[in-house]
C-alpha cells in the first residue's frame, strides 16, 4: 500500500474514533454511574485506535476522552469532579486529562510489545492491549487523584465512610468491582473488534 493512501487510511479511522469517544462521552453510552466514580467504557475506543493506529493515535483519543471527563468535572458533572474542580482546576486538568493521554499512548506500547513477544498470536496480543486501557486508566486517575486530592473534605468524607486505613485501601475500596468489571470489557470487546479489523487491513 503507498504512503498517501495509509496515511488516509489512518487519518480516517482516527477520525471515526474520535467521534465515536465523543457520542460516548455525552450519552449514556459512554459513563455509567456507580457511587461517587463512574464506571467508564471510553478504554475501549482508546484501545482499539492504539492496537490499530500506535502509541500517537492512543494518546491523541486518550488525550480526546480526558478533555471530555475535564469539561464534565467543570460543568459539576458528579460530585467528586465538582470537589476537585473547586480544590484545585490544575490539579484536576492532570487528574482528568494527562492520566487519560498517558493511558493512551502506553496502551499502544503494550501492545507493540505484546507482538514483539507474540508475533503470531494476534488474539493474545489485542486482548493485552485491551486489558491494559482500563488497567493503565484506572491507576493513572486513581494515582492523580490520590497524589493531588487525598486530603481534600470531600475525600477524606469517602475515606470515612469506607473505613480506610491507608490511601492504598482507600483506592481498592473505590475501585472494587467496577474496575473489574471495566477490565473485563475493555479486554474482550476491544480484541473482538480489533482482532478482524487487523486481519482486514492486513488483506487490504
Avoid: H
Avoid at 25 to 39: A, I, N, Q
Avoid at 155 to 167: C, D, F, K, Y
Amino acid at each position: 500500500m503507498n504512503k498517501p493512501k495509509a496515511t488516509t487510511r489512518t487519518l480516517t479511522q482516527l477520525a471515526l474514533l474520535l467521534a465515536l469517544v465523543l457520542i460516548m462521552s455525552y450519552t449514556p453510552l459512554g459513563y455509567l454511574p456507580v457511587g461517587p466514580l463512574s464506571l467508564s467504557l471510553l478504554s475501549i475506543p482508546v484501545a482499539i485506535g492504539a492496537m490499530l493506529m500506535g502509541p500517537l493515535a492512543g494518546a491523541v483519543l486518550g488525550g480526546a476522552f480526558g478533555l471530555t471527563s475535564f469539561f464534565s468535572a467543570m460543568r459539576g458533572g458528579s460530585l467528586l469532579g465538582t470537589a476537585m474542580f473547586a480544590a484545585s482546576p490544575a490539579g484536576t486538568f492532570v487528574t482528568c486529562f494527562v492520566a487519560r493521554l498517558l493511558m493512551g499512548a502506553l496502551c499502544g506500547v503494550v501492545f507493540n510489545l505484546a507482538r514483539r513477544l507474540w508475533p503470531d498470536n494476534d488474539k493474545l496480543c489485542c486482548a493485552i492491549g485491551g486489558l491494559a486501557a482500563p488497567l493503565l486508566n484506572t491507576v493513572f486517575f486513581m494515582g492523580f487523584l490520590v497524589a493531588l486530592f487525598y486530603n481534600i473534605d470531600y475525600v477524606q468524607q469517602l475515606v470515612a465512610a469506607m473505613g480506610a486505613a491507608n490511601p492504598l485501601m482507600f483506592v481498592v475500596g473505590m475501585v472494587g468491582v467496577q474496575g473489574l468489571i471495566e477490565a473485563v470489557l475493555g479486554c474482550v470487546v476491544s480484541a473482538a473488534v480489533t482482532v478482524p479489523v487487523r486481519k482486514v487491513l492486513k488483506q487490504s
